[in-house]
C-alpha cells in the first residue's frame, strides 16, 4: 500500500497512511516520512503497536537517540524497569511506585527538554493505554507563531536569549535532585536564542521552552515577566495549534525545533501507558 499524507487541516499536523512501523522502513520510505514530518512537523501514524525494540528501531530512523529526561523526585526508581532511551509516560502505580512520569495532571505548554544545551530535535510518543477521556495532546505551529509576532515583540526578542529552567518537570515537580527556584534570574538550565533557525528547513521559529522560571538574559525581572506573558498568549492561540485525541496504538512523532505542545489532564482512576522516545539535536542557533 502507497504511502499517504493527510494534513490535519489546522496549523500543523498530518496522518500518515499506508505504513507498518513494525516493520524496518526502506530509505526511500524513510526519505518520504522525513519530508512530510519537515512540512507538517507531526506526524500521526494510527494503529501502530510497537515494541520497545521496534520504537527504537524506528525513531533511530531520525538520528541516534537521547537518554530519557530526570522526573520527579518521586519517580526515583520507577524508570529501572525501562530501556534507559525510553521514557514511560504514565499515571500507573505498581507496587506503591509509579511506573511512569507526569502522572495525571495537566503537562503545560513546553518543547521538550529545552533546558540542556542540545536539546533533542524530535520525540516519538506510542500510546500503549489510554484513558476514556481526557489526556488529550495539543501542539503548536512555532514558524507560525514567529512569522505572526507584532513587529514590537519581534523586535524585543531579535539577539535575546531566554533561560530555560531544569528545575520542574511540565507538570510543576521538581525534578530529583533540584532545589526549588526562588528567583527566576537564579534558575538552573540552558540559555537559547529565542529566535532558532531549522537547521533542515531553514525556516525561522520562536524558542521558549516554558513558561514557568523563563527568564529573558539581561532584563529587568518585570520586564521579562511582562515579555514572556505577552509571547505566551500569542504563541498558544488556537490558530497556531491542534490537539490530538489518543487511541490505542497511535504513535506520534512531533519536531521540538518549531513545535511546542501540552497534554490535558484525565481522571486518575483510569490508565493512561505511553513510551516515548527523544533523538538527539543540536544546539539551537
Ligand atoms: C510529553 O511528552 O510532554 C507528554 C505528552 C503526553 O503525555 O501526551
Known amino acids: ?24 522502513l526502506s530509505a526511500e520510505e524513510f526519505d518520504a516520512v522525513e519530508q512530510a514530518w519537515l512540512d507538517h512537523s507531526v506526524l500521526l501514524f494510527r494503529d501502530q503497536r510497537l515494541s520497545d525494540d521496534e520504537l527504537i528501531r524506528f525513531s533511530q530512523h531520525f538520528g541516534a537517540l537521547d537518554i530519557a529526561p530526570a522526573s520527579a523526585t518521586d519517580m526515583a526508581g520507577a524508570q529501572e ?30 518543547t521538550d527538554m529545552s533546558y540542556v544545551d542540545e536539546p533533542p530535535m524530535a520525540s516519538v510518543l506510542n500510546a500503549r493505554e489510554i484513558p476514556r477521556t481526557g489526556g488529550d495532546t495539543s501542539f503548536g505551529n512555532m514558524y507560525k507563531a ?55 528547513t531553514g525556516g ?38 491542534w490537539t490530538h485525541q489518543w487511541r490505542v496504538g497511535d504513535l506520534l512523532v512531533w519536531d521540538n525545533r518549531c513545535t511546542i505542545h501540552r497534554r490535558d489532564s484525565f481522571n486518575g482512576a483510569e490508565r493512561r501507558v505511553m513510551h516515548r522516545t527523544q533523538i538527539k539535536g543540536d544546539r539551537p542557533v
Open 81 to 110: 524497569k525501562s530501556r534507559s532511551e525510553i521514557w514511560i509516560i504514565s499515571n500507573v502505580i505498581e507496587n506503591g511506585k509509579p511506573i511512569g512520569a507526569l502522572g495525571d495532571k495537566e503537562a503545560e505548554w513546553h
Open 146 to 200: 514567529f512569522e505572526t509576532l507584532p513587529d514590537g515583540l519581534r523586535r524585543e526578542i531579535e539577539n535575546r536569549v531566554c533561560n530555560h529552567d531544569s528545575s520542574t518537570t511540565s507538570v510543576g515537580e521538581l525534578r530529583a535532585g533540584a532545589g526549588e527556584v526562588v528567583d527566576v534570574r537564579e534558575a538552573p538550565g540552558a540559555k537559547h536564542p529565542m529566535i532558532r533557525t531549522h537547521p533542515a
Open 204 to 241: 525561522k521559529a520562536l524558542y521558549l521552552g516554558r513558561r514557568l522560571n523563563g527568564y529573558v538574559q539581561g532584563m529587568e525581572l518585570d520586564a521579562s515577566e511582562a515579555l514572556l506573558d505577552a509571547l505566551w498568549a500569542h504563541c498558544t492561540k488556537p490558530e497556531f495549534t
Open 1 to 24: 500500500m502507497a504511502m499517504e499524507v493527510i494534513p490535519t487541516g489546522a496549523a500543523l499536523g498530518a496522518d500518515v497512511r499506508g505504513v507498518d512501523l513494525t516493520q524496518p
